[in-house]
């Protein structure tokens, strides 16, 4: 089956405008997690959807969303950029259909560019 | 402050030889996973340990959750080429599975030359 996919794979944006970055997990699966990865602070989470509710939050600021439509698909927006939002943003769907720790699946990830 | 150190952060090594891995906190973790990323991908599950004590193996690797389950370690046998990746370890801190309680380290570097 396809995994997890993101759109774009690249992008580049100025300081203060804002991003959209879209993420089509694994067919069934109904978890999705974002984390943004840097090579200073490396792979940090941001949230995570179940069902289409925001189900955990990470230490980020509030300029960064995101939302979980009813097919799962989902959505992160960062809005007014800064030179350090620049980072490979990372999805990973998983079924979460029991307690504990499950497999997460990620996707190739989306590489974030701020000038 | 990070919860997860991860040591070496890079390590070169030549096809044959052996390497560990570590992943030490001084936080209790319900659970522990190490992942493998390669350059331009997500990272990929290698395994989940859950008991203090475990060690599981897949074919040359080896991993070890600490008995107090704060650390955990990963050997590599006759490390090949195609083993070359970051190693990424993360561990859960609370129980029910949220994600948002899973703590990435900052990952080893792993080069294994020809």
């Known amino acids: 089956k396809a995994g997890v996919t993101q759109t774009p794979r690249y992008l580049i944006k100025t300081r203060g405008q804002q991003v959209t970055l879209s993420c089509s997990p694994i067919?069934?699966?109904?978890?999705v997690s974002w984390y943004q990865q840097t090579p200073g602070q490396g792979l940090q989470f941001l949230f995570e959807?179940?069902?289409?509710?925001?189900?955990n939050k990470g230490n980020f600021p509030g300029r960064f969303s995101g939302r979980q439509f009813s097919n799962s698909r989902s959505e992160m927006n960062v809005s007014t950029l800064e030179l350090g939002d620049s980072a490979l943003y990372l999805c990973?769907?998983?079924?979460?259909?029991?307690?504990?720790?499950?497999?997460?699946?990620f996707g190739p990830g989306t590489r974030l560019t701020v000038l | 402050t990070q919860l997860l150190e991860q040591s070496p952060q890079f390590l070169s090594i030549q096809e044959g030889e052996n390497l560990t891995v570590y992943c030490n906190s001084s936080?209790?973790?319900?659970?522990l996973q190490w992942y493998r990323q390669e350059p331009g991908e997500g990272p990929v599950l290698l395994v989940t340990?859950?008991?203090?004590?475990e060690v599981k193996k897949l074919k040359r690797l080896t991993f070890q959750f600490g008995d107090a389950r704060k650390d955990s370690s990963l050997h590599i046998t006759a490390a090949q080429t195609g083993d070359t990746g970051l190693y990424l370890c993360?561990?859960?801190?609370?129980?029910?599975?949220?994600?948002?309680?899973?703590?990435f380290g900052k990952g080893t570097k792993l080069s294994v030359k020809p």
């Open positions: 990973a769907s998983s079924l979460r259909g029991s307690g504990g720790i499950g497999e997460q699946f």
């Open positions: 067919s069934g699966h109904r978890s």
């Open positions: 959807y179940f069902s289409e509710t925001q189900r």
């Open positions: 340990v859950v008991t203090g004590g």
């Open positions: 936080s209790v973790f319900s659970s």
């Open positions: 993360a561990g859960a801190l609370g129980y029910g599975g949220s994600q948002g309680n899973l703590i």
